[in-house]
């Protein structure tokens, strides 16, 4: 089994800083890509920002320039540093990962439990 737990969410006025860990356990040959994604109540969950296991990234267009993320495959963790938040941010951040889970190289991906980020005006 493997579990993804974040965490670094809360509350923050705009214009502020919060950084998202993630962090990857369990029964894990390799990490493919990694992402995050977010969802407001009532709306469809999106994708925030990815990262290869090379370092290759995505990004959202409603975060380029203010989210990073970044990625430690010694550690198995994800990041996400979010600078300069809105309101329109406001929402559950949830961490998603394409796992190796066999020495076959059989892939799953898993989701963490999400942590709620909330931007206050």
């Known amino acids: 089994q493997v579990q993804l737990v974040e965490s670094g969410g809360g509350l923050v006025q705009a214009g502020g800083s919060l950084r998202l860990s993630c962090a990857a356990s369990?029964?894990?040959?390799?990490?493919?890509?990694m992402g995050w994604y977010r969802q407001v109540a009532g709306k469809q969950r999106e994708l925030a920002a990815s990262i290869t296991s090379g370092g290759g990234t995505n990004y959202a267009d409603s975060v380029k320039g203010r989210f990073t993320i970044s990625r430690d495959n010694v550690k198995n963790m994800v990041y996400l540093q979010m600078n300069s938040l809105k309101p329109d941010d406001t929402a559950v951040y949830y961490c998603q990962a394409n796992v190796v889970v066999s020495p076959l190289g059989s892939r799953r991906d898993y989701w963490g439990q999400g942590t709620q980020v909330t931007v206050s005006s």
């Open positions: 369990g029964r894990i040959f390799g990490l493919n890509v």
